[in-house]
């Protein structure tokens, strides 16, 4: 990561009731949430430009999201291969919690972390 970069690659709201937590986002933004399943989650997504160099997020019920007053998940730019990053995160006094995990050739894997203060972070990058 550099200063050219965008320090926020994605964003993720854990929700446990996908079709619930969609119409209040819609509702709340006047928006329309596109949907997917992948790797065991269901997913909606805020409108956003992917190439426009804006971070986007959606709201995902899954596995490893569980709604909390902790916050949600925000995906830290791990480019350009996120085994550079996460090779760090033990010596530097966190955990890794889910390692680097494939997403899709188009979007590219994906890492959950805990800092040296117990927050939960991710981290993405496109290899």
């Not at 804006?54 to 902790?70: F, L, N, Q, R, T």
């Not at 925000?74 to 890794?96: F, M, R, S, W």
């Not at 590219?108 to 990058?125: C, K, V």
């Given at each position: 990561?550099n200063a050219s970069?965008?320090?926020?690659?994605w964003?993720?709201?854990?929700?446990?009731?996908?079709?619930?937590?969609?119409?209040f986002?819609?509702?709340?933004?006047?928006?329309?949430?596109q949907?997917?399943?992948?790797?065991g989650?269901?997913?909606?997504?805020?409108?956003?430009?992917?190439?426009a160099?804006?971070?986007?997020?959606?709201?995902?019920?899954?596995?490893?999201?569980?709604p909390?007053?902790d916050?949600?998940?925000?995906y830290?730019?791990?480019?350009?291969?996120?085994?550079?990053v996460?090779?760090k995160?033990?010596a530097?006094?966190?955990?890794?919690?889910?390692?680097?995990?494939?997403i899709?050739?188009?979007i590219?894997?994906?890492a959950?972390?805990?800092?040296?203060e117990?927050?939960?972070?991710a981290?993405h990058?496109?290899?």
């Amino acid at each position: 990561m550099n200063a050219s970069e965008n320090a926020l690659n994605w964003f993720e709201i854990s929700v446990s009731d996908i079709a619930r937590a969609k119409k209040f986002y819609e509702e709340i933004f006047s928006i329309e949430m596109q949907e997917q399943e992948s790797m065991g989650m269901k997913m909606a997504f805020f409108p956003a430009d992917a190439m426009a160099g804006k971070a986007g997020g959606g709201i995902v019920e899954g596995p490893y999201h569980k709604p909390s007053a902790d916050g949600a998940k925000i995906y830290l730019n791990g480019n350009p291969d996120l085994d550079i990053v996460l090779g760090k995160v033990e010596a530097a006094g966190g955990q890794v919690t889910m390692p680097k995990t494939k997403i899709s050739d188009e979007i590219g894997y994906m890492a959950f972390f805990i800092d040296t203060e117990g927050n939960g972070g991710a981290l993405h990058s496109n290899k």
